[in-house]
């Protein structure tokens, strides 16, 4: 996220905020999609009254995408978390709430871990802290989500997708939108943006889980109140039964949670119910 673009969705590098007017809204998408992902949610939230930011992580769409590390430092969630605190900066916000879906929750999580006096509210989306997600990581989570140790491997993952990227992935654009589709088929096309989404990947099974288990060491949990929201239809409840419970122990406040009856892309297959239940969240915690 090197600049805000002049653009609204789908945008440049970060979507301009579709009100300036409101409480602040970032929402931060997931693998392999862009912020366009929120295009059908994001009006929604600002026809309620909020300012709302769409950037693409860092690495992902057409955001910047900075040269590896070893450490795989560059794309850890410390880092994207970093990101958005600097980009509402630029835009002017000092408080935000900051929601995320997939990847996106991950790098959410983080931002109200490292930045707690600037998050009013969190919204996690499909999402787990990492470190549990990969404590529980049995038979089952192997065999549904293979592809995070797969993209580990690299430099073997970079060479099959851009071999054939659209094989690896299916897009469905009359699902997805027109927009939204073409803002995914062209980060997919660019392996520059494949390199940094599978870093994004090593990133979590490596620093990423090693930060979220030192602040679950040192007793530090969110601070903002939190909605844990998941897809009815994809496996959260499978792999972890109730996935507020897994997040009670790492926020302050008791958790509100939604149930969303979609597949795994909820913002796309049900953006209704997504900005209802952002907006009886949030609507609950504004002025911030």
Request: proline residues 7%; negative net charge; charged residues 25%.
């Amino acid at each position: 996220m090197r600049r805000v673009g002049p653009r609204g969705l789908p945008g440049d590098r970060a979507a301009r905020p579709l009100r300036r007017d409101g409480p602040a809204v970032v929402l931060l998408h997931g693998h392999p999609r862009t912020h366009a992902t929120w295009y059908r949610v994001a009006p929604a939230l600002a026809a309620a009254g909020f300012s709302v930011v769409c950037p693409d992580l860092r690495g992902y769409g057409r955001s910047a995408k900075p040269e590896p590390d070893p450490d795989h430092l560059v794309y850890c969630d410390r880092a994207m978390a970093a990101d958005t605190a600097s980009l509402m900066s630029a835009l002017g916000h000092d408080r935000f709430a900051v929601a995320g879906h997939d990847r996106g929750a991950y790098a959410a999580f983080r931002t109200a871990m490292d930045f707690p006096d600037r998050v009013a509210a969190l919204a996690v989306c499909d999402g787990v802290p990492i470190v549990e997600a990969l404590e529980r990581a049995d038979a089952r989570f192997a065999a549904k989500w293979w592809h995070w140790f797969f993209f580990g491997a690299s430099p073997h993952a970079e060479r099959v997708i851009n071999a054939d990227p659209f094989a690896w992935y299916r897009f469905d654009e009359a699902a997805m939108g027109g927009g939204n589709y073409e803002d995914a088929v062209a980060a997919v096309s660019d392996p520059r943006t494949v390199r940094a989404m599978l870093e994004d990947y090593r990133a979590g099974l490596t620093r990423d889980r090693e930060h979220d288990a030192a602040d679950r060491a040192a007793g530090r949990r969110v601070r903002a109140p939190a909605l844990v929201m998941w897809s009815r239809f994809d496996d959260m409840e499978e792999l972890y039964g109730d996935p507020a419970a897994v997040w009670e122990p790492w926020c302050e406040l008791p958790v509100r949670t939604a149930v969303v009856d979609s597949g795994h892309h909820m913002a796309e297959e049900a953006p209704e119910a997504v900005a209802a239940a952002l907006r009886s969240f949030l609507d609950r915690l504004r002025p911030w």
